[in-house]
């Protein structure tokens, strides 16, 4: 579009026009100085760079003064290893943190914009994948909120994990290139380089009597940081999210150009670079195993020698180490850090094994999040002596050390080494190197705490039993209820009082009013309208529709076998053929939206197979004319945090359907609970703690316990529920015949042999409960009273799931560290 501007006319005047004079003053200057521009040049993205300017200004007084109070005081540092951190938006987020969002909401009218137009210009971060992602993000608000001196660490993805497309019902991936426009949140530090070593050799050498090794001939990659600011809620602590970019130390071979030779010139920089490329490249390969441990080691590398040298500021010797530093493994991807800081303190400190080793298990302390096998690390020997070659020394002595102490501890057990040996099969055990290089090692729900103790880490629990503890997951209530929901929010303040964004057990006041017909209406209204705008959303962004009237369930997370995706579509595929078949009470019948969403690992076929499915029965389902009318299916492509923040208000039944014993923890179960979402579920992860806080009767319990699955696995016969099910025949021989693939008889033919081949996930074990709760469900959704009471009494009761209750316990029991005032 071409501008005509009148050269007797001067630009429209940007200027203070009341409300918050100060934040628009802010807003003018930045337009202006920053960008030189005015209100003819400036474009709907330069409106949002200038309220992010204006925003990071403010961020960064406080940000300063924090950093350096945390230095006059001396205080004891908590440091968050984590591959993931999930952010979502933080435009909102920071305003809402720093008590600035209604002030910046009247201030943006100066640049003739709503906020909410300005924040639709701002992606999410993919700097994760799952529930690990967004637990640590949740953490570091919590962190800062309760005032705990606290640095997260992880990678800049360039281009994280990647973009979900779905093609002709079919996942595929393409690069999330979020960083297109830059990332107008953080704040380069190219001062901030360490070197990462990989390969090379190791030459032993001795000195006054004393062994010494020396790693030579090493690769390098530079390691540059860049900082993100970590708000508290409504105080004046700002902490820091450090995440490391890896730079080449040869940047372009000017030889190489010289003789023709382009992509030479700059090969060695290109292949440097890729260990901060992707999040989970596919290990299918060699080659991608290779760069996944790269990246662990690349981003342990560097925040060790970060954390060492903000220590060796203000310290003399390493004596106080453990009393000024904690680290907290999140998950194993870190583990590698034991022996990183075991060679720190031997090789370049000169300290004495044993006194390395007290120092080293004094500082980490080790949160498990899964007991699948896969997800607990094994690395080749022979790999970790190629790239690391000194850490394989080292791990091999923790080995010989630990062999020791378990014939110690159990001389008649010769058969325990192998279970809880370091080195076993020419593997390196991740999981156990960071339990033995721990002082303590928790997980996350206490079902999972109790498995890992009494199960998966039984013969490290023997051991050290003083090591195990459990801390329970949770979330932000500011993000997840006061950002997400702020509809719902205005009226549980207006109810209760505002205190439950910083105490959520306070929300136990809403118990009085689930029978009070005033506030049930409300409630409802709330959760109507909120069902009303994610319709629209997904009208306009995907080109669907749902009825808002129908029952809105809701299945997003990761793909994955144990999450038990499949159970769900069976369950479609049930209602899909009782009413093509006219076996339904139109009168008693409760119309539904089933709504998935979420990615499957890109090398994980058979979850890529499931994807697929779900949309071919999602097609047959629209093309019914009967069925239509009463049921949806809608697959909702690139799951993330703005996605989930537009599903979880709007939700009403919460899929947490996992295999019981599987899942560790789960941290949607506890979103969708605190929006008002009634919990279809297993005993599994934190599901077991929901019910007990909400009530077993405000919970709909189905399926086999862990011990229930335990004891089938021994004698599990997956056909035996198929002949019992007519129902579950059906569903298994249209599948086995190419009912919802005419075009290709055999292509859902892998699921079955699955599911025949021994239903590794009890998927058929649990049907018929399943379904059984699920009509339990159509049935109680009828009474709109009851719905609304129970749902209510979902979030009275979810105060025991906000991650502020995580970190205090982490705090006292583990970090053993006090929160710091400004």
Request: hydrophobic share 40%.
């Amino acid at each position: 579009m071409v501008v005509r501007i009148n050269k007797n006319e001067q630009a429209p005047a940007v200027k203070p026009t009341g409300g918050n004079r100060s934040v628009q003053g802010s807003l003018i200057d930045q337009l202006t100085y920053s960008l030189s521009k005015d209100m003819y040049s400036v474009t709907p993205r330069d409106k949002f760079t200038v309220v992010t300017l204006s925003v990071r200004a403010e961020l960064a007084k406080r940000w300063i003064a924090t950093q350096q109070h945390y230095y006059y005081v001396d205080a004891k540092r908590l440091y968050f290893l984590s591959l993931e951190f999930l952010l979502g938006r933080l435009l909102r987020n920071y305003l809402i943190n720093l008590d600035a969002l209604a002030d910046y909401r009247d201030a943006v009218e100066v640049l003739a914009a709503s906020l909410e137009e300005v924040e639709e210009h701002e992606g999410d971060a993919a700097l994760g994948n799952g529930g690990l992602g967004r637990l640590a993000a949740c953490f570091l608000d919590s962190m800062a909120t309760l005032k705990y001196p606290c640095y997260g660490y992880g990678i800049r993805y360039e281009y994280g994990i990647f973009s979900q497309k779905i093609k002709d019902g079919y996942q595929t991936e393409a690069p999330d290139n979020w960083l297109r426009y830059g990332n107008p949140w953080e704040f380069p530090r190219p001062e901030l380089l360490y070197p990462v070593r990989f390969y090379g050799r190791v030459l032993q050498h001795g000195h006054n009597g004393r062994s010494r090794s020396e790693w030579l001939d090493t690769d390098e990659i530079m390691a540059m940081a860049y900082d993100y600011p970590v708000p508290g809620f409504h105080n004046a602590i700002v902490n820091t999210l450090r995440l490391w970019a890896a730079k080449s130390t040869r940047e372009f071979d000017f030889e190489y150009f010289n003789n023709g030779d382009y992509v030479k010139a700059v090969e060695d920089k290109n292949s440097s670079e890729n260990i901060s490329k992707v999040l989970y490249p596919n290990d299918y390969s060699t080659a991608g195993k290779e760069l996944r441990l790269k990246q662990q080691y690349f981003f342990v590398a560097a925040t060790l020698a970060d954390v060492v040298r903000r220590y060796k500021k203000f310290h003399q010797g390493y004596r106080n180490f453990p009393e000024k530093v904690a680290i907290q493994l999140n998950d194993t991807h870190p583990s590698i850090a034991v022996p990183e800081l075991m060679r720190i303190l031997v090789d370049e400190e000169g300290f004495e094994w044993s006194d390395a080793w007290d120092l080293t298990t004094a500082t980490f302390g080790y949160t498990n999040h899964t007991i699948l096998p896969e997800a607990l690390e094994r690395w080749p020997e022979e790999m970790i002596g190629r790239l690391l070659p000194r850490h394989l020394q080292i791990i091999r002595e923790i080995d010989r050390r630990l062999l020791i102490h378990v014939s110690r501890r159990f001389p008649d057990e010769p058969e325990r080494k192998e279970r809880t040996g370091l080195i076993t099969g020419g593997f390196v055990n991740m999981a156990r190197m960071a339990i033995v290089g721990s002082h303590t090692t928790n997980g996350v729900s206490k079902l999972h705490s109790d498995i890992l103790k009494n199960c998966v880490f039984n013969d490290f629990y023997l051991m050290y039993p003083e090591r195990f503890r459990n801390v329970t997951n949770g979330i932000t209530q500011r993000r997840w209820l006061l950002e997400a929901n702020p509809s719902l929010s205005a009226l549980i303040s207006e109810s209760i009082g505002s205190g439950w964004t910083t105490d959520l057990e306070e929300l136990r006041g809403l118990e009085k009013f689930a029978d009070e017909p005033g506030f049930c209406k409300r409630f409802d209204e709330i959760k109507r309208e909120n069902k009303k705008r994610l319709a629209n959303i997904l009208e306009k962004t995907e080109n669907v529709r749902f009825e808002p009237g129908f029952l809105l369930d809701c299945q997003v997370k990761r793909f994955h076998e144990y999450k038990r995706q499949l159970l769900n579509v069976f369950h479609v595929i049930t209602l899909y053929n009782r009413i093509r078949e006219g076996r339904i009470d139109n009168d008693s019948f409760t119309p539904r939206t089933v709504l998935f969403s979420g990615k499957s690992a890109p090398g994980y076929q058979l979850c890529k197979l499931i994807i697929k499915f779900i949309h071919n029965v999602a097609d047959m389902v629209a093309a019914h004319p009967l069925v239509r009318n009463k049921l949806q299916v809608l697959f909702v492509p690139n799951y993330g945090v703005t996605l989930a923040e537009q599903i979880i208000p709007a939700a009403e039944l919460s899929e947490q359907i996992s295999t019981a014993g599987y899942e560790a923890s789960g941290t949607g179960n506890m979103k969708f609970m605190l929006n008002g979402a009634l919990t279809i579920g297993t005993l599994d992860g934190a599901n077991v703690e929901m019910r007990e806080e909400v009530g077993e009767e405000n919970f709909f319990l189905f399926g086999m316990n862990a011990d229930e699955i335990l004891d089938r696995c021994v004698c599990h016969n997956p056909r035996a529920y198929i002949e019992e099910n007519d129902e579950l025949a059906k569903i298994i021989s249209q599948m086995s015949e190419g009912f919802f693939s005419p075009e290709d008889p055999n292509l859902f033919r892998p699921i079955v042999d699955t599911l025949l081949g021994g239903d590794r996930y009890f998927v058929l074990a649990d049907y018929a409960s399943f379904i059984a709760c699920q009509e339990r469900v159509s049935r109680l959704y009828h009474d709109r009273q009851l719905w609304t009471r129970m749902a209510i009494m979902n979030v009275a009761r979810s105060g025991k799931f906000s991650s502020d209750r995580s970190i205090r316990e982490y705090a006292k029991n583990i970090w053993h560290m006090s929160p710091v005032s400004l």
